[in-house]
């Protein structure tokens, strides 16, 4: 609940016969996934309460007495009027934190060649574009994209559908993704160049340092390496 995420799509991935249950090993890797600490014994005695004759643990019945299987953002949806309300003085400077946020998983995305929309559409069977929050976020974090909470939620915030505060456009969010691979309106216009999206390398300087730290950097070098000279250590095979 404290990472909004959907705990139950992270079984549904290991439980491919869709009967609801997983191995007391998958229900350990499950939950190391979700950086919960769970040693054998515990395992064990999660078996004994929720496994069936078999030893399988029914997963839907621990997530239901976990009360995860349900996340509210805010108030529950009327059906009424939207509850989104974007404000005007800071809309701006959000903007503009969402567009930074967005070029750092740009960069990410096209790193890692990460096909973000066929995951999306795995929670959106009628596609029609939009998906509950903590799908999006797990999405997202099912891929190895690791935000932190105050940036998935404003990534939740700017492409919130109107229409349900409970849904995210994740179409508008993929297609921006997207755009630094191709364009799709180049069946009508086949002759339009493309720029590239340049990803920096890791050897890229991100900073550069000032005399002082220059300096300070140059004694400790000498520092580790006047210990290595003395300690005739060899230290490239530690690295």
Not at 65 to 72: F, G, N, P, R, T
Not at 96 to 123: A, P
Not at 198 to 205: E, F, G, N, R
Request: charged content about 35%.
């Amino acid at each position: 609940m404290r990472e909004r995420l959907d705990a139950k799509s992270f079984f549904q991935d290991l439980d491919r016969a869709h009967h609801f249950k997983v191995t007391g090993k998958q229900f350990k890797q499950i939950l190391t996934l979700l950086k919960v600490q769970i040693d054998d014994s515990e395992v064990a005695s999660v078996v004994r309460v929720y496994g069936n004759k078999l030893g399988d643990i029914e997963y839907l019945r621990f997530l239901d007495d976990c009360k995860c299987l349900e996340y509210v953002i805010n108030e529950p949806y009327t059906g009424a009027k939207s509850t989104y309300r974007p404000s005007a003085s800071s809309f701006q400077q959000a903007s503009s934190d969402v567009r930074t946020l967005m070029h750092r998983l740009k960069e990410l995305v096209k790193r890692d060649r990460i096909r973000l929309g066929e995951f999306f559409q795995d929670h959106d069977p009628l596609r029609k574009g939009r998906i509950d929050a903590t799908k999006f976020r797990t999405t997202l974090y099912a891929q190895k994209i690791q935000l932190s909470s105050e940036e998935y939620q404003r990534l939740e915030d700017y492409y919130r559908d109107e229409a349900n505060p409970t849904k995210i456009r994740y179409i508008d969010f993929n297609e921006e993704l997207e755009a630094i691979f191709t364009e799709k309106d180049l069946e009508k216009c086949p002759t339009k160049t493309l720029s590239e999206f340049k990803v920096p390398s890791i050897l890229d300087a991100r900073n550069s340092l000032s005399e002082a730290e220059e300096q300070e950097l140059h004694n400790t070098l000498v520092r580790i390496g006047t210990t290595v000279r003395n300690t005739r250590l060899l230290i490239k095979p530690f690295f």
